[in-house]
Nanobody
């Protein structure tokens, strides 16, 4: 059974940093075509944040986080990370990890087969 478990969320002041982790289990890490982070604010649609594609070791970022967030992976730990720097109040959201076995449109939610439960990030002004 595939499981994605996020951790690392919390409360931080604007300008601060947080590092999120997504631990995967149930399938060999390298089988995932894409692993991504999304976020959601109550009352709004879930939005794409960042993705890592295995095929070309490519990374993708939403414009709103480019230059501030970095997605990376540790194959030995079956874990994907999201390093978030220079955080802003508008980054406050529930952050989800997602994974798919098949390559697709990385910014679309319906590309992904597996989702974690989310970890809350709150940035105070």
């Amino acid at each position: 059974q595939v499981q994605l478990v996020e951790s690392g969320g919390g409360l931080v002041q604007a300008g601060g940093s947080l590092s999120l982790s997504c631990a995967t289990s149930g399938r060999p890490f390298s089988l995932y075509a894409v692993v991504a982070w999304f976020r959601q604010v109550p009352g709004k649609e879930r939005e794409f944040v960042a993705a890592f594609s295995w095929s070309g070791s490519s990374t993708y970022y939403a414009d709103s986080v480019k230059g501030r967030f970095t997605i990376s992976r540790d194959n030995a730990k079956n874990t994907v990370y999201l390093q978030m720097n220079s955080l802003k109040p508008e980054d406050t959201a529930l952050y989800y990890c997602a994974a798919t076995l098949n390559p697709g449109t990385y910014w679309r939610q319906n590309t992904y087969d597996y989702w974690g439960q989310g970890t809350q990030v709150t940035v105070s002004s």
